[in-house]
């Protein structure tokens, strides 16, 4: 979560730049689970491209232990029936 925070106080210093326009939207679609355009993020300078992809990596690794969550969720009640038996 570290490249989210460090995205959103770059937004928050100038929220009409146009690379904070970027980090926005792209913090948006991720969140709503949207389509967005991949080549925007080649619109952003090296530093701030690196930005948005450490918040992509961030974002796969908690969709992937968000998945796992869930997984364990549907298997509990089978385990749950299993002890009581």
């Not at 949207?34 to 992809?53: E, G, Q, V």
Request: aromatic share 10%; glycine share 2%.
């Amino acid at each position: 979560m570290r490249a989210i925070k460090e995205a959103k106080k770059f937004i928050k210093q100038d929220p009409t730049d146009p690379s904070a326009e970027i980090l926005s939207k792209l913090l948006s679609c991720l969140k709503a689970e949207m389509d967005f355009p991949i080549s925007d993020i080649y619109k952003l300078d090296f530093d701030l491209f690196n930005l948005a992809m450490q918040i992509l990596d961030e974002w796969r690794l908690e969709r992937y232990y968000a998945g796992k969550a869930r997984i364990f969720n549907l298997n509990l009640p089978m385990h749950e029936m299993h002890l009581s038996q």
